[in-house]
């Protein structure tokens, strides 16, 4: 009994550390300026998404965010279904590869709820600057419905995120009974998202140069006395 009780102790002390630290609000990264313009690092990581469907669409999959469609943890989302589904509903949790920017003040996640060619990133690239991100942030990309989803994280502990998630499809059990989740539904490469990241690490090594500052004219000074330098 007693090691039961020590088992349940710490179920709820991690249940408590991922909703102190892996929470994910949806931000406008228009209101970035001169807040998150210069990151200390960047990671990999996976996030999830769960996908939304009806029987009478006749298989038709659109992803569309809608709040709680996104997390770190299958049970999260999973307790999102019960709560949307009806009669007819269709589900299913795929992986989505992201970016976590880290700053000073807080963690910024980047991920594409659907992927598009590598060509249709390459404007947002052009906008990360030697000396900022300010022209990054305010690009048009991240407007634009159902592509980039931009998360302030309420904390970063890669240490509580799961090891094997994602890839799994709901089966409706009947009035009164949970959702049966089983591992059938295949994640997308996201070969172009995938691409975008890698350029993007390539570019944010260049706001590391020690004489970079923060904006422009300094940066490009300083570019001008390393080259009279060479």
């Known amino acids: 009994m007693e090691d039961y009780r020590k088992l349940v102790e710490e179920y709820e002390k991690k249940i408590a550390e991922q909703k ?3 929470g994910l609000t949806l931000v406008d990264p228009r209101k970035f300026r001169n807040y998150y313009d210069r990151p200390q690092g960047a990671v990999d990581t996976n996030m999830l998404y769960l996908g939304y ?4 669409w006749h298989s038709t999959w659109i992803n569309r965010y809608y709040p709680g469609s996104v997390s770190f943890f299958e049970k999260q989302l999973r307790d999102t279904a019960e709560g949307l589904r009806v009669q007819g509903s269709q589900f299913k949790i795929s992986n989505r590869p992201a970016i976590v920017l880290n700053f000073e003040i807080a963690q910024i996640a980047i991920m594409s709820v659907n992927d598009r060619p590598f060509a249709s990133y390459e404007d947002l690239l052009g906008e990360v600057k030697p000396w900022d991100l300010n022209a990054f ?3 048009p990309a991240f407007q634009q419905a159902n592509w980039l989803l931009v998360f302030r994280l309420s904390g970063w502990r890669p240490d509580l995120f799961p090891k094997n ?3 799994q499809r ?3 059990q009947g009035a009164g009974r949970t959702l049966k ?3 059938v539904e295949k994640s997308r490469s996201f070969d172009g ?3 975008f990241r890698d350029e993007f690490y390539e570019l944010l090594l260049r706001l590391n140069r020690p004489y970079v500052c923060s904006c422009e004219p300094c940066y490009r000074d300083g570019l001008a006395d390393s080259k009279a330098s060479v």
């Open 20 to 22: 102190q630290h892996c």
């Open 53 to 56: 469907g009806r029987n009478a």
């Open 137 to 139: 942030w305010a690009s």
């Open 165 to 167: 998630s994602g890839g």
């Open 170 to 172: 709901a089966e409706p």
């Open 181 to 183: 989740w089983t591992g």
């Open 193 to 195: 998202f995938r691409g």
